[in-house]
């Protein structure tokens, strides 16, 4: 870049493709920068290169509204609404009764049902809370007989033993573990089964890229 002392600009370039007719925009960055710095202007971080994160409510809002469940939240103007016509010119919704105890089991036993169109069975998280369908979302390693994690004997209780105290408290413990054969095979099992898609996942993976 060619500059007079006075500021004029008699030249400029870029290796950028559009750089060759010396205007493109890394050099008007670069004179931005320099028009910034001149003028002592203080850096500041632009709004695009922070966080995003919702604007902070005045306290004087915050004293005004009132928490409310999401199904008695009213999201249309409150004005209009009070009118019985929402922002969009429409009839405020209308009050649906409750489900009934057997409209509730057919919309429960119909979400059961959900498969895709490859007919793989979908599982709606809703049904996790409800009694009859929570059984089939407890996670698999809760239901297998593999030995107690290690982790599990933590107690920060034992923090304040010293270590002759700390190594018979280990020594205890270590005669109650028992692992038998059959849950030592379990255990290996599970390792060849991570195992494989671990290999599957990368040969994918390597499969993709040469593709590309």
Not at 58 to 77: A, M, R
Not at 99 to 123: G, H
Request: contains cysteine; charged residues 25%; aromatic residues 6%.
């Amino acid at each position: 870049m060619v500059v007079r002392n006075d500021g004029v600009v008699l030249g400029a370039h870029c290796n950028c493709t559009a750089g060759l007719g010396e205007s493109c925009s890394h050099v008007s960055a670069v004179l931005f920068s320099i028009w910034q710095h001149n003028n002592g202007r203080k850096e500041e971080i632009a709004v695009s290169s922070k966080k995003c994160k919702w604007a902070t409510p005045s306290e004087d809002s915050l004293n005004k509204v009132e928490y409310q469940q999401g199904k008695d939240i009213i999201f249309n103007n409150t004005q209009q609404y009070k009118k019985g016509k929402s922002s969009k010119g429409h009839s405020a919704p209308p009050a649906f009764p409750p489900l009934t105890a057997a409209e509730q089991a057919k919309l429960y036993n119909n979400l059961s049902q959900c498969r895709t169109q490859e007919e793989q069975i979908i599982k709606p998280v809703v049904l996790s809370v409800v009694k009859e369908y929570a059984a089939s979302y407890v996670p698999k390693a809760v239901m297998l007989d593999v030995p107690e994690p290690l982790t599990n004997l933590y107690n920060k209780q034992l923090r304040d033993l010293n270590l002759a105290e700390l190594q018979d408290r280990a020594e205890a413990l270590f005669e109650d573990i028992t692992v038998t054969k059959e849950q030592v095979q379990k255990i290996l099992s599970i390792i060849a089964g991570m195992c494989v898609c671990l290999s599957e996942r990368e040969r994918h993976g390597h499969d993709h890229t040469v593709e590309t």
